[in-house]
């Protein structure tokens, strides 16, 4: 499916993607969105990327491992999970810092935990549709 | 950190599955990794068995949320010994299975999702949140439908099909069946829905609301008339993949029916209770028959599986201490004997590269040892005094006896009539495998091995059996203190206020 | 609206068993995830609907006031929709090696690993 | 005025509902229905705008940036499937 | 005592490992293990004989107030000598019976397993343990009677024996399970102590029967006798050992043993006498009618359990007395026939009386063996046949119901008995020599020392019985019942009635062995054996049972997904009408607050239905897959209006991925499988009424009331504690993170799985 048109709108739409994807992410404690939803976005944004240019060329240009992804999400998740444990308190206890960033709002143990699942469902939803794709 | 067992038995084997994948491609590093980790496990398992039985209950309120609303895993002394159980079967039959598969691709896939299976397993065994249960499921159900796809032959995706299938609407049942509940008290934690439910309105509604959970439960356990996925999958899978799938799955079911109907909705008295002691009859007779008409070693043993199912449901529906003792009896004992004989199968299979009855022999002659180590586990099987089946059959007996209830009395003896079916089948084997003559019907010569040929080449899957047995023969000859396990649980979770009040009092 | 949405369910329901039971493949991914359709709207139904109201504290306000969607409900949805997604991607794809191995998208010729022999 | 303008679009896109629906059911070929089914993604699209200012809560926007996000995708995949089953 | 079991199950342990050092005597080391029992029996015969009952209790399984019981009391210290002097002389036979057997090995682990197990019947003093032990006898003799394994034959009769006696093992365990319930204890001493226990108990016939089934599978009386005949197929050492002497008299211990209990329970008589009468004269006839010496000798063996059934039924003093006399006579002379039968089997190849002839001069030693025990078993004075068969026709005679029966039967069996006799003492060994398969010589001394002692005990046991037998007799008689009159053994009592009956039965006995040919004839004429008997309701059974269970499995498991889900839900639906009709409540509290149809929403809802009767009906995968996506985006529109943006999107982006994971995966597969009418039509009816229920749920469980605390709970604290103010999102990272955490795995696993499926090329293993 490589054309013009494709090429020329993935190339924009990608950040597009990744950038509402990041915008959903972190603002999901208090608005719709949320880790899943975004990594969902993020990755049909990279597989739009690899419909129009191929797996192959998007594997190659992101230095993408899916499986690696996931394990990279799942340890973050229980990193974060586990944090609270080490102040005595039960696992996943919602721990927060007091600042508060700009667009990105609170940090804190959940914000983590959110993350990591943004990150599994990126690695998930690329290595099934990178691997249906390719073959 | 006053729940470092409990934590270490939930979270130890997530934390080898990530490390596993983490070692993508390292075999020998991600093996080492796995047999550590499951020594761990195993010692974390026993510390938190100890802990459950002298501490009566772990609980971790997760979040550290007020109980009720945040999710809390429990581990009561019924857990304890499933976990116990759960975690003995994970060292062995990860020995098993690390020896028994040969091909690094297959050992790659096999390694990180067995650990994800022990992690849904663990969590299904603690789950004190009737949601969280279903998400524990789903990891374990998922992790086995990888499990019985590798090696991707034409049978086993046939059978996964099928299997996948029938789990989902399993599950689809569950949900529907949580929905109710949730519909009808706002709650999901356990012990505030066996608070709330019994005290509702319309007990008409609450026991449909039950009934979801009999079926999504049975289809797990494998009960009449919603056993089929189970032969039709379980001898399709080489045992070594799927030998902890295989052991502990229906097991789960049990446990939580045992869970749901004595906590949630204690079964005394229900319109359930006639209703699952009929099934169970059914359960036994029908598999105990279709044991009898199969000519395989793996498909005997698997319709084994479904009529052995039928004794622990009948201990759960005679709702006495004394029965469902002997039902969780039953359940240390089956998953100790059948996951031997699956494994003994798996060795026969691997040495004679067939599992058909028709083209086996010979075995007695040639293999001595695997005949005994066969007949205990057998023997034991059928309830031959003193193998440990004798002494689940004789708990069940007699808590079904002591009621004096026409039904259960009926039931009870019918239990009986089937173990003499059950031997019949089990000789079946014995008589084929092991005592006849080796038929040479392909051509091929009778495979020259013994016992020290097999030792060099899979000695992870000779020492689990060996193991097995020895753990079989030691809670045979010494039953006392598991039997007493078993009554000391079966009280606690017949007292529903004790897990109740226990939970919901938690600071 | 209440009885429209559960017949609307039950009709789901039906639908995905029908399509289950079925002889194709295909028609069998598509039943389940009829099912899961059936599920959540089940479980989104049975927990009380409200219109329009979703259970987002508004900015100026520190709790929910008093009519809003159940967030429980919800949630349980949110994660049962992602772990059926899960299955029915495995699923779609195991038909796909199904029909590589035998050959056949009809589900009444996979009866080998049943029958007796 | 908005109040007119809403319910004159509600009633605009309830029409196009329909006659989607009858595009769809009638097909006859597969784009003519993968056509019907884009249009009604963004019908959908158009109705949680319109709803997002019934309900006065800007929180229905954020699905309908989401679905306009990624309603294409079906149609594309469709494409790619005809487009390979061509080849 | 319980050190004695122990050093049997060691024994039995180390059977193959001794066989391997020393293959030629390894039976001979063994036979010390019973020579050293059969000492301790004797050391401790004079305590017992003094009344006292030696009584060993070890702690085993508390939880379920069990422990390891042992007793020893005259009737047990009677088996004990007789299992373990039996056994010495089994033992040394075997040794040489098997002489160049590869398989010695495993055959004397399990006799050594068998002699443990026996005599842990007989010494337990729990029933339990008793049953423990019991079973191990069933188990050991089907490995025993399969030692052949190679023949087809043997594995037939080690199931058939093995099935028959389980199963009444199984009959037993209901009935000791009843009685521990009913009496309170299983321990023998207490249960003996106090027999008035089961007195009026309305469960005391149906625990007797129950028991009765058990010992009478056992000791093989009618109908349950076939499978000692075929059990035949055993070693000779085994069909003497467990199939005359010992386990087969298990049943008669057994019933011996819990007489006191059973006593007052009417039915316990009635059901021996019968059993035991039929049992007797119905195997006596069989063993006339056969020539297969091993079968003869099995029908007698099933006769004489017969009668000693029916003694210990009678319950006189003197025929409890009988019993035990006769059970002695019975075992030393049956033992020793078993092995002369070994012998000539062994020696000439062949086992026909009919064709079997003078081999006293080429086997003078088992010739002398098997004369003797012919000579007692016909009750020719002075042997210790003739003593038993004395009592044994008073203790008939002497029977106060139904009593000329009782004994006519009884002296007809005699006279069968004595015929036999002939054939054994007499017709094989002497006149012309018979062709024989293997050219016949003296078996090997190992083989005739038993069977010369045994015989010969059988000669002094008559001679002086008075001082030998007569007081062990008399006190494991006194066991069993509060035997008011000491037994009084010896050769001359007088010319009385029974002395004239016993010369009778001589007479009639010698006539009988006359015209045996005339009777075998005449019964083949009649074909009596092939009449049908439980033996072949057996044969029958079997194959029928096989035929039930694959007409069940082919029904049950056809292999057809469709029949199995229509079977999960109609048992779904069926149990919930089911419940709701046991329930009968269907109180409505009303759907109070139910929000107002909007037109545009019905819109939507037709919208979806058009999908969902498109995808349906529709013959193309594409527009089916297009049609579902329509019903996705209404579900998801539908989670929107009702206040879940989260729920809403997640639907949008799953459906929407989803269909694409579809159309990448479509281009492999072929078109629909035909749509076939006939089959819409039935698979509609399951569809239907499954939706049907599930909305009538639905609708009446939100006709209830609801209050939900975590809705409460959750809106309350979501901003102010977890500092979040999208509730949902907030429940799946925190409140129920454990969920996510689990819910993000099975995505990983998932993922895993499809690059299992897809990517691994594994190799053919």
Request: with cysteine.
């Amino acid at each position: 499916m490589r054309t013009v048109i494709f090429e020329t709108a993935i190339k924009l739409l990608l950040p597009l993607f990744i950038a509402f994807s990041l915008f959903l992410l972190f603002r999901g404690h208090n608005s719709p969105g949320g880790g899943f939803i975004g990594g969902l976005l993020a990755a049909i944004g990279l597989f739009l990327r690899a419909m129009v240019f191929g797996t192959k060329n998007t594997i190659a240009t992101y230095k993408i491992r899916p499986i690696g992804i996931i394990a990279i999400g799942l340890s973050v998740a229980l990193v974060s999970i586990l944090i609270p444990l080490f102040s005595g308190l039960p696992l996943m206890t919602g721990l927060w810092f007091d600042l508060t960033l700009p667009l990105i709002g609170k940090l804190g143990t959940p914000l983590m935990f959110d993350i990591g699942v943004y990150i599994v469902v990126i690695g998930v939803v690329l290595n099934i549709t990178f691997i249906l794709s390719n073959g | 950190m006053q729940n470092v067992y409990l934590l270490s038995v939930l979270l130890i084997p997530l934390l080898t599955a990530i490390t596993i994948l983490f070692l993508w491609g390292k075999v020998v590093a991600q093996k080492i990794v796995g047999a550590i980790s499951s020594i761990l496990y195993l010692f974390a398992a026993i510390m938190l068995f100890n802990q459950a039985l002298t501490s009566g209950m772990a609980i971790e309120n997760v979040g550290n949320w007020p109980i009720g609303f945040g999710i809390v895993l429990v581990v009561d002394q019924l857990s304890a010994i499933f976990l116990m159980l759960c975690a003995i079967l994970s060292v062995v039959a990860f020995w098993y299975g690390s020896s028994f598969i040969e091909s690094k691709a297959s050992l790659s896939i096999f390694l990180p999702v067995y650990f994800f299976l022990l992690f849904g397993l663990s969590g299904a065994f603690m789950a004190g949140d009737i949601f969280n249960l279903y998400v524990w499921f789903e990891v374990m159900l998922v992790s086995s439908f990888v499990l019985f796809t590798i090696g991707a032959s034409r049978s086993q995706l046939e059978a996964s099909l099928k299997y996948v299938t029938i789990n989902v609407v399993s599950s689809a049942l569950f949900l529907i069946g949580i929905g109710i509940l949730y519909g009808l008290t706002g709650t999901l934690n356990m012990a505030m829905l066996g608070k709330l439910l019994p005290e509702l309105q319309n007990q008409t509604l609450a026991t449909v609301g039950a009934s979801f959970f009999l079926i999504s439960f049975g289809i797990k356990a494998a009960i009449f008339p919603l056993f089929f996925w189970l032969p039709a999958t379980y001898h399709t899978a080489p045992i070594g993949f799927t030998a902890l799938v295989v052991a502990l799955l229906t097991k789960v079911g049990i446990y939580s029916l045992i869970r749901f109907f004595t906590i949630i909705y204690p079964l005394q008295g229900t319109p359930i209770q006639p209703i699952l002691l009929v099934l169970a009859a059914f359960t036994m007779v029908v598999g105990v028959f279709g044991a009898a008409a199969q000519t395989d070693f793996r498909r005997i043993l698997s319709f084994h599986i479904v009529s052995q199912i039928g004794y622990m449901i009948m201990g759960i529906a005679i709702y006495t201490p004394l029965a469902i003792a002997g039902a969780l009896f039953f359940v240390v004992h089956n998953v100790l004997v059948k996951t031997n004989l699956f494994f003994i199968a798996g060795l026969v299979g691997k040495l004679f590269g067939t599992y058909k009855l028709k083209e086996l022999g010979g075995i007695m002659q040639k293999l001595p040892f695997v005949a005994i180590l066969f007949a205990i586990s057998a023997f034991s099987l059928t309830g031959i005094p003193p193998l440990t089946g004798f002494w689940g059959k004789y708990l069940l007996a007699k808590g079904g006896f002591e009621t004096g209830n026409t039904l259960i009395t009926i039931v009870t003896a019918v239990s009986l009539g089937v173990s003499l079916l059950t031997l019949f089948s089990m000789t079946k084997i014995w008589n084929e495998a092991f005592w006849k003559p080796f038929p040479n019907i392909c051509g091929d010569l009778e495979p020259s091995t013994n016992f020290r040929s097999i030792l060099k080449a899979y000695p992870g899957m000779l020492v689990s059996i060996f193991v097995l047995t020895a753990i079989i023969l030691v809670i045979s000859f010494f039953p006392n203190s598991s039997i007493e396990w078993c009554m000391s649980a079966a009280e606690n979770i017949i007292n529903r206020d004790m897990y109740i009040n226990g939970i919901l009092q938690h600071n | 609206m209440e009885i429209i949405l559960s017949i609307l369910t039950g009709l789901l329901f039906a639908a995905g068993l029908f399509l289950m039971l079925h002889k194709g493949m295909v028609k069998l991914i598509l039943g389940i995830m009829m099912l899961s359709y059936a599920t959540n709207l089940f479980i989104f139904i049975v927990a009380r609907i409200t219109r329009g109201l979703p259970a987002i504290i508004p900015r100026n306000q520190d709790v929910l006031a008093n009519s809003f969607a159940d967030p429980v409900s919800q949630a349980l949805i949110l994660t049962a929709i992602v772990i059926g997604f899960g299955i029915q991607a495995f699923a779609i794809v195991l038909i796909k090696r199904v029909y590589a191995a035998t050959g056949t998208t009809n589900m009444d010729e996979l009866n080998k690993t049943d029958n007796l022999e | 005025m908005l109040n007119i303008a809403i319910i004159v679009s509600v009633f605009i896109i309830g029409l196009c509902m329909l006659l989607v629906m009858i595009r769809f059911i009638k097909g006859p070929s597969l784009p003519d229905r993968v056509t019907a089914f884009d249009l009604f993604a963004t019908l959908v699209i158009a109705s949680i705008a319109i709803f997002s200012l019934v309900w006065e809560n800007t929180n229905f926007l954020d699905v309908a940036v989401v679905l306009s996000l990624i309603a294409f995708l079906g149609a594309m995949s469709f494409a790619y499937y005809i487009l390979k089953r061509r080849k | 005592m319980l050190l004695i079991i122990l050093i049997g199950l060691i024994a039995a342990a180390v059977a193959a490992t001794i066989h391997r050092i020393d293959n030629n005597r390894a039976g001979i080391w063994l036979s010390i293990l019973p020579l050293g029992i059969f000492i301790w029996g004797i050391a401790h015969l004079n305590s017992v004989l003094l009344n006292n009952s030696i009584i060993e209790v070890y702690p085993w399984v508390d939880s379920i107030c069990l422990s390891l019981t042992f007793m020893l009391d005259g009737l047990s210290l009677f088996f004990v000598l007789l299992v373990s002097g039996v056994g010495f002389f089994i033992f040394i036979y075997a040794n040489s019976y098997l002489h160049n057997d590869p398989n010695k090995g495993k055959f004397l682990t399990y006799l050594s397993l068998f002699m443990t197990a026996m005599l842990g019947i007989v010494m337990s003093g729990n029933l339990l343990i008793l049953f423990i032990f019991w079973e191990l006898t069933s188990l050991s003799s089907y490995l025993l009677i399969g030692f052949y394994s190679a023949e087809e034959e043997s594995r037939k009769s080690a199931l058939m024996a093995m099935l028959v006696t389980v199963s009444g093992g199984l009959f037993m365990l209901a009935g000791i399970i009843l009685l521990g319930i009913e009496a309170g204890t299983l321990e023998l001493d207490q249960l003996l102590a106090n027999p008035t226990l089961l007195l009026n108990n309305a469960k005391a016939p149906i625990i007797a029967v129950l028991i009765m089934i058990g010992a009478l599978t056992k000791s093989a009386q009618f109908p349950f006798h076939f499978w000692l005949p075929n059990a035949m197929a055993a070693p000779a050492p085994v069909s003497a050992y467990l199939h005359s002497t010992t386990m087969v008299k298990a049943g008669v211990f057994l019933l011996a043993r819990l007489s006191p209990v059973f006593v007052n329970v009417p039915i316990w008589q009635s059901v021996l006498v019968h059993i035991g009468g039929i049992t007797m004269v119905f195997g006596a006839l069989m063993a006339l009618m056969n020539t297969d010496m091993k079968k003869v000798l099995a029908y007698t063996t099933i006769s004489a359990l017969g009668i000693m059934v029916l003694l210990l039924g009678i319950g006189t003093t003197i025929s409890v007395q009988a019993a035990m006399v006769f059970l002695l006579a019975h075992a030393l002379y049956k033992g020793t026939l078993f092995m002369v039968t070994g012998n000539v089997d062994h020696e000439t190849g062949m086992r026909d009386l009919n064709l079997l002839s003078g081999l006293g001069k080429r086997m003078p030693y088992t010739f002398y063996a098997g004369a003797l025990a012919a000579l007692s078993m016909a009750g020719v004075i002075p042997f210790f046949g003739f003593v038993a068969k004395e009592i044994l026709y008073g203790a008939a005679f002497d029977t106060p119901l139904v009593s000329g029966i009782v004994g006519v039967a009884t002296f007809l069996t005699g006279v069968m008995f004595t015929a036999l006799a002939f054939e054994f003492g007499y017709k094989i060994f002497m006149g012309m020599q018979a062709e024989t398969p293997k050219h016949p010589h003296e078996a090997p001394f190992g083989m005739i020392l038993g069977p010369i002692v045994l015989a010969t005990f059988g000669l002094i046991g008559g001679i002086f019985s008075e001082q030998i037998a007569q007081p062990l007799l008399h006190q494991s008689s006194s066991v069993i019942l509060n035997v008011d009159k000491v037994l009084q053994l010896g050769l001359w009592h007088g010319f009385t009635l029974i002395f004239a009956l016993s010369l009778l039965t001589l007479l009639f006995g010698y006539g009988v062995f006359k015209v045996r040919q005339h009777i075998r004839a005449f019964s083949t004429k009649l074909s009596l054996s092939n009449l049908p008997g439980p033996e072949a309701l057996y044969f029958k059974s079997i194959p029928a049972l096989l035929q039930v269970a694959i007409k069940q499995t082919m029904f049950f498991q056809s292999g057809i997904l469709r029949n199995y889900l229509t079977t999960i839900v109609l048992t779904l639906v069926s149990l919930i009408v089911a419940i709701s009709i046991i329930g009968g409540d269907f109180s409505v509290i009303g759907l109070s607050k139910t929000i107002q149809v909007k037109w545009f929403e019905v819109v939507f809802i037709v919208l979806m239905i058009v999908g969902v009767v498109n995808t349906l009906t529709t013959t193309s995968r594409l527009t089916a897959i297009v049609s579902l996506g329509v019903v996705g985006y209404g579900t998801a529109a539908i989670f929107l209006y009702y206040g879940g943006p989260d729920v809403a999107m997640t639907q949008f982006l799953i459906e929407t991925l989803t269909i694409v994971l579809f159309v990448l995966v479509l281009n492999r597969l072929p078109k629909f499988v035909d749509m076939d009418k006939r089959l819409s039509k039935r698979i509609a009816f399951p569809s239907v009424i499954f939706g049907a229920t599930m909305s009538t749920i639905l609708l009446w469980v939100l006709s209830q009331q609801m209050n939900s605390p975590l809705k409460d709970y959750y809106s309350q604290s979501s901003y102010l504690l977890a500092k979040g103010k999208n509730v949902v999102n907030v429940i799946l990272v925190d409140f129920r993170g454990i969920d996510t955490l689990g819910e993000i795995t099975v995505l990983g696993i998932a993922a895993i799985g499809i690059y299992a499926l897809l990517k691994v090329k594994f190799s053919k293993s």
